[in-house]
């Protein structure tokens, strides 16, 4: 039987994600730390998924995702049924997560009911400096309170941003302290921290160690460039913690599972890293 | 404050009936009220059962609202919902100086959501609180501009500034009209007190933005209706605040 591998942390990459891509800066996706070989042409959904045959990865949660306010330059919201057809074309190889807009309101709050309960999506998605806020800030708690009536985890962006246009300036405000304020009422809310963190790797580790709500996903960044102390705890003390990403499109698949491969994982901590703990968190059935 | 002691050593519901009737009263909304975080000196709670058992024996003059306690989160939701489904509960209750933190601080907005969802109205304390015990001194959190962040975070959500916002009652009056779903209550203050702003925003421009209220046992029921006929309202005023708009935003009928 081939390894379970779930990437936990997917985006669309077609003709759509590009044109409403167009207006950011391709130079930023070369300040990620690994060279980013996907370049400026658009990947199919049927594309995605021979790149995933290839690779082995068994299935991947495909955001819906919401990134700026609509209407501000270079704002980016997936309309969740496209994501919705890829999860009925491609059942058990896609499960949907709902991008969250926080200023949609009780709106949003509705949508992402709808798309849980009646399309079986399975969680849901927030990258908060993309609207200007912090984790912890007041407008995203009716959509943490909505995660944790549905039993359902919640992505959130963690760590420094990028600036993909200079028209929308995104201040750096994914502090994994302010998981620790979201924890503070909402003990049993299941976060999942995206993007490893960095450069606040320790203090994810600490948080995801205090609450044992708080998982961590090692994407966008390469393990090996996160350190000692994250790659100890993914093999020991967070080994039911830490989630396997790639960040498609942001990395291909190949190279890292090559870096993946290199790092001299022990067994025991490798099953649970790169499938088994998305399967358990996110109840996912095959 | 000065509660009667007879009041103090608690009257049981038929002779807070009766007092209601005496003082030609004919309605009240009853708060399951909660007072702090749990196993904090002086914290309180009154038990929602409690309430829905005074409801059920007087259906015609009990309406029940439910406190919430934020740190009850999510279960704390859904007991809201529960209440308001299953026992005819009519609204929300937040003491947010009990809890230390300010009416727009994220800790309540789960409560916020579920009251938009449930189409419920939410009463919050405004203005200054007391220090209730030389122990535990409470700060200063119900600042009206914070019911304007909120409004402007949930536009539909019904909002019942009570204990009129004193010292600051002129901000009150700006916020209730700047959004249309934010009211003010003029309980907790004696009416001769209540101040010639709010007065004149009950009689002319806020005519349909504030409700009565007593807060009681803080202020008699007697006391508080025949100061506040005394205020020198036109009948059309009266009858909005003491009866019409309270109708409207909590859909009694």
């Given at each position: 039987?081939?390894?379970?591998?779930?990437?936990?942390?997917?985006?669309?990459?077609?003709?759509?994600?590009?044109?409403?891509?167009?207006?950011?800066?391709?130079?930023?996706?070369?300040?990620?730390?690994?060279?980013?070989?996907?370049?400026?042409?658009?990947?199919?959904?049927?594309?995605?998924?021979?790149?995933?045959?290839?690779?082995?990865?068994?299935?991947?949660?495909?955001?819906?995702?919401?990134?700026?306010?609509?209407?501000?330059?270079?704002?980016?919201?997936?309309?969740?049924?496209?994501?919705?057809?890829?999860?009925?074309?491609?059942?058990?190889?896609?499960?949907?997560?709902?991008?969250?807009?926080?200023?949609?309101?009780?709106?949003?709050?509705?949508?992402?009911?709808?798309?849980?309960?009646?399309?079986?999506?399975?969680?849901?998605?927030?990258?908060?400096?993309?609207?200007?806020?912090?984790?912890?800030?007041?407008?995203?708690?009716?959509?943490?309170?909505?995660?944790?009536?549905?039993?359902?985890?919640?992505?959130?962006?963690?760590?420094?941003?990028?600036?993909?246009?200079?028209?929308?300036?995104?201040?750096?405000?994914?502090?994994?302290?302010?998981?620790?304020?979201?924890?503070?009422?909402?003990?049993f809310l299941k976060m999942v921290a995206t993007n490893s963190g960095w450069p606040w790797v320790e203090e994810l580790i600490s948080a995801s160690n205090k609450h044992e709500n708080i998982y961590v996903v090692v994407d966008k960044h390469p393990i090996s460039a996160?350190?000692?102390?994250?790659?100890?705890?993914?093999?020991?003390?967070?080994?039911?913690?830490?989630?396997?990403?790639?960040?498609?499109?942001?990395?291909?698949?190949?190279?890292?599972?090559?870096?993946?491969?290199?790092?001299?994982?022990?067994?025991?901590?490798?099953?649970?890293?790169?499938?088994?703990?998305?399967?358990?968190?996110?109840?996912?059935?095959? | 404050?000065?509660?009667?002691?007879?009041?103090?050593?608690?009257?049981?519901?038929?002779?807070?009936?009766?007092?209601?009737?005496?003082?030609?009263?004919?309605?009240?909304?009853?708060?399951?009220?909660?007072?702090?975080?749990?196993?904090?000196?002086?914290?309180?709670?009154?038990?929602?059962?409690?309430?829905?058992?005074?409801?059920?024996?007087?259906?015609?003059?009990?309406?029940?609202?439910?406190?919430?306690?934020?740190?009850?989160?999510?279960?704390?939701?859904?007991?809201?919902?529960?209440?308001?489904?299953?026992?005819?509960?009519?609204?929300?209750?937040?003491?947010?100086?009990?809890?230390?933190?300010?009416?727009?601080?994220?800790?309540?907005?789960?409560?916020?959501?579920?009251?938009?969802?449930?189409?419920?109205?939410?009463?919050?304390?405004?203005?200054?609180?007391?220090?209730?015990?030389?122990?535990?001194?409470?700060?200063?959190?119900?600042?009206?501009?914070?019911?304007?962040?909120?409004?402007?975070?949930?536009?539909?959500?019904?909002?019942?500034?009570?204990?009129?916002?004193?010292?600051?009652?002129?901000?009150?009056?700006?916020?209730?009209?700047?959004?249309?779903?934010?009211?003010?209550?003029?309980?907790?203050?004696?009416?001769?007190?209540?101040?010639?702003?709010?007065?004149?925003?009950?009689?002319?421009?806020?005519?349909?933005?504030?409700?009565?209220?007593?807060?009681?046992?803080?202020?008699?029921?007697?006391?508080?209706?025949?100061?506040?006929?005394?205020?020198?309202?036109?009948?059309?005023?009266?009858?909005?605040?003491?009866?019409?708009?309270?109708?409207?935003?909590?859909?009694?009928?």
């Amino acid at each position: 039987m081939s390894e379970l591998i779930i990437d936990v942390s997917v985006h669309l990459n077609d003709q759509s994600a590009k044109s409403a891509q167009a207006q950011w800066e391709r130079p930023l996706l070369n300040r990620i730390h690994t060279p980013h070989t996907h370049g400026s042409k658009p990947i199919s959904l049927d594309d995605q998924v021979s790149q995933m045959d290839q690779a082995g990865i068994t299935a991947a949660l495909l955001v819906a995702t919401k990134v700026g306010r609509a209407g501000l330059p270079g704002s980016w919201h997936v309309d969740p049924a496209v994501v919705l057809e890829a999860t009925t074309k491609y059942p058990k190889r896609f499960f949907g997560l709902m991008g969250i807009d926080p200023f949609a309101g009780m709106n949003g709050v509705k949508e992402l009911e709808r798309y849980i309960v009646d399309h079986g999506f399975v969680g849901a998605h927030v990258v908060p400096h993309w609207f200007g806020l912090s984790p912890d800030d007041e407008r995203l708690f009716p959509f943490y309170a909505k995660c944790l009536e549905l039993d359902i985890p919640i992505q959130i962006h963690i760590g420094s941003s990028l600036i993909h246009t200079p028209a929308q300036q995104l201040p750096s405000l994914g502090s994994p302290n302010s998981l620790d304020e979201i924890a503070y009422t909402m003990p049993f809310l299941k976060m999942v921290a995206t993007n490893s963190g960095w450069p606040w790797v320790e203090e994810l580790i600490s948080a995801s160690n205090k609450h044992e709500n708080i998982y961590v996903v090692v994407d966008k960044h390469p393990i090996s460039a996160l350190g000692w102390p994250m790659f100890n705890f993914l093999k020991s003390w967070g080994m039911n913690r830490v989630l396997f990403g790639a960040d498609f499109p942001s990395r291909r698949y190949e190279e890292v599972l090559a870096e993946v491969n290199s790092l001299g994982l022990p067994e025991k901590a490798r099953p649970g890293l790169m499938g088994q703990n998305a399967v358990d968190l996110y109840k996912l059935n095959f | 404050m000065k509660v009667a002691g007879a009041v103090l050593d608690g009257v049981s519901i038929s002779e807070h009936v009766e007092l209601l009737n005496k003082a030609g009263i004919s309605k009240a909304l009853l708060i399951a009220a909660k007072l702090g975080r749990r196993g904090l000196e002086d914290s309180w709670e009154l038990d929602a059962a409690t309430v829905a058992s005074a409801c059920e024996a007087e259906p015609d003059v009990f309406k029940g609202l439910m406190g919430i306690n934020p740190f009850d989160s999510v279960k704390g939701t859904k007991e809201l919902e529960i209440f308001v489904k299953n026992y005819g509960f009519v609204g929300a209750h937040l003491y947010p100086h009990w809890f230390e933190e300010a009416p727009d601080n994220r800790i309540y907005y789960p409560f916020y959501a579920k009251c938009v969802e449930l189409n419920i109205p939410i009463q919050m304390q405004v203005g200054r609180c007391q220090r209730y015990a030389h122990e535990r001194p409470m700060r200063n959190v119900g600042f009206p501009s914070s019911v304007d962040r909120i409004a402007c975070h949930f536009p539909d959500l019904k909002l019942i500034g009570i204990h009129v916002g004193w010292p600051w009652t002129e901000e009150m009056i700006s916020v209730a009209d700047k959004h249309e779903n934010v009211f003010i209550g003029t309980d907790a203050y004696a009416p001769k007190y209540l101040g010639d702003s709010l007065i004149n925003y009950i009689n002319s421009w806020g005519m349909k933005k504030v409700i009565f209220g007593t807060d009681w046992p803080v202020i008699p029921f007697d006391r508080a209706v025949k100061e506040t006929k005394d205020l020198g309202l036109s009948d059309e005023a009266l009858e909005h605040l003491f009866t019409l708009n309270t109708q409207r935003i909590y859909g009694l009928e």
